[in-house]
């Protein structure tokens, strides 16, 4: 059974950085598409970024292009989420999944393309 496992949100200021990380057990994470949503408060659940299963090539949000970085560390089976120059609207639960369907990759930025989410994580940023 794959298992999910989000750690590191918290309360940031403006301007900060977080480094979000989703430990990955039951399968590889090279093997899957994985990927970062969040969901604000009052908001549908957004896409923010995603690596492919066997290579690094990643995809952003245009939101957080520039700011986000997506890593993945496949000797401890965890993928990263590093946060620089927050903003308030960065605001939102971020949740980790991870992708194995056949269409997975070609729909990395749709929910419906994951198989196994996280249970969330909580990230503040304070004006």
């Known amino acids: 059974q794959v298992q999910l496992v989000e750690s590191g949100g918290g309360l940031v200021q403006a301007g900060g950085s977080l480094r979000l990380s989703c430990a990955v057990s039951?399968?590889?994470?090279?093997?899957?598409?994985m990927g970062w949503f969040r969901q604000g408060p009052g908001k549908k659940r957004e896409f923010v970024c995603a690596?492919?299963?066997?290579?690094?090539?990643?995809e952003y949000a245009d939101s957080v292009k520039g700011r986000f970085t997506i890593s993945r560390d496949d000797a401890k089976d965890t993928v990263y989420l590093q946060m620089n120059a927050m903003k308030p609207e960065d605001t939102a639960v971020y949740y980790c999944?991870?992708?194995?369907?056949?269409?997975?990759?070609?729909?990395?930025?749709?929910?419906?393309?994951?198989?196994?989410w996280g249970q969330g994580t909580q990230v503040t940023v304070s004006s």
């Open positions: 999944a991870a992708g194995v369907r056949a269409y997975s990759a070609r729909y990395y930025d749709e929910p419906n393309a994951y198989n196994y």
């Open positions: 039951g399968r590889t994470s090279s093997s899957s598409l």
């Open positions: 690596i492919f299963a066997g290579d690094t090539s990643t």
